[in-house]
């Protein structure tokens, strides 16, 4: 993703246990705001990757659980894919 690049959204890895009886470690990946989200001007087909964080900049979303939110934002496919042609 070119907003990882410009730090506008970040992921963060995370190993921790599942449950506190748990005696194994997994690891977790979370999606947050980046050092430049705040000041990023996002094309149209970007704004769909950022609306998550714009109400709250401080939350973390379980990666898996971001992937999923856009794909249900954007709608159907052939709708993003008019998104980015028109940029």
Avoid: W
Avoid at 44 to 54: C, D, G, Q, Y
Avoid at 66 to 87: A, D, E, G, P, V
């Amino acid at each position: 993703m070119d907003l990882l690049i410009k730090k506008v959204l970040h992921i963060q890895e995370i190993v921790k246990k599942p449950h506190h009886k748990d005696t194994f470690l997994s690891t977790y990946n979370y999606a947050q705001t980046g050092k430049n989200f705040n000041n990023y001007k996002p094309r149209k087909h970007e704004a769909i990757f950022l609306a998550p964080f714009k109400k709250n900049t401080e939350i973390q979303i379980l990666f898996k659980q971001f992937i999923k939110l856009i794909y249900q934002s954007s709608n159907n496919l052939s709708t993003y894919h008019r998104l980015i042609k028109k940029n």
